[in-house]
T-cell receptor, first 114, second 110 residues
Framework: EAGVTQSPTHLIKTRGQQATLRCSPISGHTSVYWYQQALGLGLQFLLWYDEGEERNRGNFPPRFSGRQFPNYSSELNVNALELEDSALYLC?????????????FGQGTRLTVV | QKEVEQNSGPLSVPEGAIASLNCTYSDRGSQSFFWYRQYSGKSPELIMFIYSNGDKEDGRFTAQLNKASQYVSLLIRDSQPSDSATYLCAAETGANNLFFGTGTRLTVIP
């Protein structure tokens, strides 16, 4: 069974541009989570999607946005890129609420803003 | 105030010893707790999760939860060099978010 897959693996953008990151959850999983892991920092929660709806977002500005498609895959968009957006962006999926089960991570997209 | 705190380490143990990793959390509403292992440059991989007070064992790994003390730990028995990684503790806050600690770097010395 395929795990969580993310694309692209690496992405280089210039400041001010937009970045689009993609995630396919494990088959059967309806919840998708996005996290940012900047160098030397812990994982910071960005967004949670479930059944096509944004359910919660972390403490990030509105230029971080996303969506979840009918097939439960998800997209993270980062507008007006800033240098400090350079980080590993991780997607995770779960079968149901995290109090009852675990989340599995994809391999991540490393975004570099120059 | 940090939600989840871990000693950043590094923690060094000799091969075959027990490695003890600790984590405290601030939100008493946290329901479930997770331990992930992250190798350098890789994504986190789940080791185990626990939501009841007490111990939960899986192979060489034992997670311990004490909700009264707001304390979670992970014991790794018979530590191997391949266990060398950063271990992330995470708490589910009741809002279906995972709050992660900054991780403890473990080095197992052959």
């Amino acid at each position: 069974e395929a795990g969580v897959t993310q694309s692209p693996t690496h992405l280089i953008k210039t400041r001010g541009q937009q970045a689009t990151l993609r995630c396919s959850p494990i088959s059967g999983h309806t919840s998708v989570y996005w996290y940012q892991q900047a160098l030397g920092l812990g994982l910071q929660f960005l967004l949670w999607y479930d059944e096509g709806e944004e359910r919660n977002r972390g403490n990030f500005p509105p230029r971080f946005s996303g969506r979840q498609f009918p097939n439960y895959s998800s997209e993270l968009n980062v507008n007006a890129l800033e240098l400090e957006d350079s980080a590993l962006y991780l997607c995770a999926s779960s079968l149901e609420r995290l109090m009852n089960t675990e989340a599995f991570f994809g391999q991540g997209t490393r975004l570099t803003v120059v | 105030q940090k939600e989840v705190e871990q000693n950043s380490g590094p923690l060094s143990v000799p091969e075959g010893a027990i490695a003890s990793l600790n984590c405290t959390y601030s939100d008493r509403g946290s329901q479930s707790f997770f331990w992930y292992r992250q190798y350098s440059g890789k994504s986190p991989e789940l080791i185990m999760f626990i939501y009841s007070n007490g111990d939960k064992e899986d192979g060489r790994f034992t997670a311990q939860l004490n909700k009264a003390s707001q304390y979670v730990s992970l014991l790794i028995r018979d530590s191997q060099p391949s266990d060398s990684a950063t271990y992330l503790c995470a708490a589910e806050t009741g809002a279906n978010n995972l709050f992660f600690g900054t991780g403890t770097r473990l080095t197992v010395i052959p």
